[in-house]
């Protein structure tokens, strides 16, 4: 198993600023992943963030906007840049501790509000 | 990755079994099927995933259809704590649909 600490859980931000998420990991871990939850909808997958190289970003995002950085196994950040309120969301860490096929471990979530 | 389709939503009654359908018929032959939930705005839980046997944890069984295009989660014992929005997936990046809103009644 894995225990994911994220920070922060929850922020208010001001239109225009930009706000980095951290997630921790308890454990080395294989593939770590960044998920976004807009109000009322389900979870869509950002990037899946590489250790020591460039995030791959699914259809939809970009590097510009959502920054990611992983350097080493157990820690990524994720960064939401020049926020509008469209980018209120809940952000969700998450990781695959070993093969491709294992199943996905859950941070708690960042709730972020932009003003 | 396999496209999944399950109905938006579902009751139960309390202390009866819950049925949750998936369809997941494009699936590929090494796609595995996944089940998480998630209660309110918290992080999804993983409940259960399996490839082409039929699983049982201490959460939930799963059975896999013979051709794998289908699936079903069953919870035995239905809880009011068992009310969330659950989500199948079939694939090895987990891209999640909308899932089924299972309600549990008294």
């Known amino acids: 198993s894995a225990v994911i600490s994220q920070k922060p859980s929850r922020d208010i931000c001001q239109r225009g600023t930009s706000l980095t998420i951290q997630c921790q990991v308890d454990s080395q871990v294989t593939m770590m992943f960044w998920y976004r939850q807009q109000p009322g909808q389900s979870l869509t997958l950002i990037a899946t963030a590489n250790q020591g190289s460039e995030a791959t970003y699914e259809s939809g995002f970009v590097i510009d906007k959502f920054p990611i950085s992983r350097p080493n196994l157990t820690f990524s950040t994720l960064t939401v840049s020049n926020m509008s309120p469209e980018d209120s969301s809940i952000y969700l860490c998450s990781v695959r501790p070993g093969t491709a096929n294992e199943k996905l471990f859950f941070g708690s979530g960042t709730q972020l509000s932009v003003l | ?106």
């Open chain 2, 1 to 106: 990755d396999a496209k999944t389709t399950q109905p938006p939503s579902m009751d139960c009654a309390e202390g009866r079994a819950a049925n949750l359908p998936c369809n997941h018929s494009t699936i590929s032959g090494n796609e595995y099927v996944y089940w998480y939930r998630q209660i309110h705005s918290q992080g999804p839980q993983y409940i259960i995933h399996g490839l082409k046997n039929n699983e049982t944890n201490e959460m939930a069984s799963l059975i896999i259809t013979e051709d794998r295009k289908s699936s079903t989660l069953i919870l035995p014992h239905a809880t009011l704590r068992d009310t969330a929005v659950y989500y199948c997936i079939a694939a090895q990046k987990l891209v999640f649909g909308q899932g089924t809103r299972l309600t549990i009644n008294p």
